[in-house]
């Protein structure tokens, strides 16, 4: 279980969302299990994977973060 506030700070974090943006993206991936968090470069999508997995394992939420090709 990861708390909606910490997703919603995540993505403000590290994909740079103002606070309605975040909302609406984390209650997307709730309801549908994920969302697109943006289109990126295949290196700064990795960097951004690593950095949000990073940070949730450091507070202990079983956040997942992946990339797929757009």
């Known amino acids: 279980f990861t708390p909606l506030g ?3 700070n995540v993505l ?3 994909f740079y969302m103002d606070r309605a943006q975040a909302v609406a993206i984390a209650m997307a991936a709730h309801v ?3 969302a697109q968090c943006g ?3 295949k290196d700064l999508a990795e960097s951004k994977v690593s950095q949000v997995l990073d940070y949730a394992k450091l ?5 997942s973060c992946s990339m797929e090709a757009a």
Do not use: A, D, N, T
Request: hydrophobic share 45%; glycine share 6%.
């Open 12 to 14: 403000e974090r590290f």
């Open 6 to 8: 910490f997703v919603v």
């Open 39 to 41: 289109i990126f470069s």
């Open 32 to 34: 549908k299990g994920m």
């Open 59 to 63: 507070h202990h939420y079983p956040l």
